[in-house]
């Protein structure tokens, strides 16, 4: 059945629809990956956003059970040029149709995915409407001009209920705002003894926990529109080693009186170089978010620029001056990959065995 899709702007692309029979609308943004469709469309910084595809063919090695960011992915949309709809690679359990029909997940293929790449990248995400050719263009063009952009996804993608990961190693709180599986599964690797918690949780509710350290998670949306993590940052910076990882990034930025903005088109895709500072040494890191921290906000804070990326120069790594604590705006657990960065969590370890906490209040 064929389907369109319609942006803000009242430019339409009419392709043929699979998976779900759902309309849906969300911001329109791209990822230029060539693996890892099945990491991308269940990793909750997705949450809200219409996800089109850069590589041509997608959905060609199936969907397995190991591969999967989260359990029910949060995306509204996805868009590729070409969907393939008989898998072939021994892991595979069901195509990818089947899997966004089961999650009721819309998918669009067979548009000019290029032309699509092309506008964004000169005029920046904007939202955009899947929907049936008998939707009137004009009618949803009004409404998506009007429609603001969601402002919680990350209470829509955190946990509710803290729940505990046992290990024989130092005690992590991680803070989930839309966490990935990597970054746990990163943690597990290194025996640590992981409590996970919402993103609302307090500072007074983890130093109850007794924890060695706190990792910030990744997660969805505009760093700005969760101010209950930022004032639990605030308050654990010098007291905890905390860790921040894209989101988690941005937060401790805003945490320690830096600000953030608004990318053109942001930056998602797994071959983004990033320069460590001090070594001049070259990451290829992947990469998932739509704003980053101000570089010249950094000025009279606490934080010293770490990390930088090669392409825009943009902010990529912090470090605190005098508290245990960093951060990178990439995913140092990225999956599929790559693992260039991976080491960070053994930094993060080794912070913990040094710096001593006594936590409990």
């Known amino acids: 059945m064929d389907k369109q899709l319609i942006l803000e702007d009242g430019t339409v692309f009419i392709g043929e629809g699979f998976g779900a029979d759902v309309e849906i609308s969300g911001e329109v943004v791209f990822n230029t990956g060539m693996t890892g469709y099945q990491e991308i469309l269940s990793d909750p910084s997705y949450c809200g956003q219409i996800v089109m595809l850069t590589y041509p063919l ?20 996805l868009i590729v040029r070409e969907v393939e709809d008989e898998p072939s690679h021994y892991r595979e359990q069901e195509s990818l149709h089947e899997l966004l029909v089961a999650k009721g997940i819309p998918g669009l293929a067979g548009i000019d995915t290029r032309m699509l790449t092309r506008k964004i990248r000169a005029h920046g995400t904007m939202k955009g409407y899947v929907c049936s050719l008998s939707v009137k263009v004009e009618d949803v063009v009004e409404e998506l001009q009007h429609i603001p952009l969601q402002t919680t996804q990350v209470s829509q993608v955190s946990v509710n209920t803290a729940y505990h990961v046992p290990g024989k190693g130092k005690r992590v709180a991680l803070i989930d705002c839309g966490m990935k599986h990597g970054i746990l599964q990163s943690l597990i690797e290194r025996q ?4 996970v918690v919402p993103y609302n949780t307090t500072a007074q509710e983890i130093k109850r926990l007794g924890v060695d350290g706190v990792l910030v998670s990744n997660g969805p949306g505009n760093p700005e529109d969760v101010p209950e993590t930022i004032e639990t940052v605030r308050a654990l910076v010098g007291e905890i080693p905390l860790f921040g990882i894209c989101l988690g990034h941005q937060l401790l930025a805003l945490a320690s009186g830096a600000t953030t903005s608004k990318l053109t088109f942001g930056h998602r895709g797994s071959n983004h170089p990033v320069r460590e500072l001090t070594t001049g040494r070259i990451d290829i890191t992947a990469q998932n978010h739509g704003y980053t921290v101000d570089l010249a906000s950094l000025e009279g804070t606490e934080l010293v620029l770490t990390h930088e990326a090669v392409n825009d120069g943009t902010v990529e790594g912090l470090s605190h001056k005098r508290a245990a604590a960093f951060s990178v705006q990439y995913h140092p657990e990225a999956n599929p990959g790559p693992h260039d960065a991976n080491d960070l969590f053994d930094r993060f370890v080794e912070m913990m065995k040094t710096v001593k906490t006594n936590v409990l209040v």
Do not use: K, M, T
């Not at 997608?58 to 949309?77: C, H, K, Q, T, V």
């Not at 640590?192 to 409590?195: H, K």
């Open 58 to 77: 997608i959905g060609n090695y199936g969907i397995n059970r190991d591969d999967f960011e989260s359990l029910d992915p949060a995306i509204s949309a």
């Open 192 to 195: 640590c003894d992981v409590v």
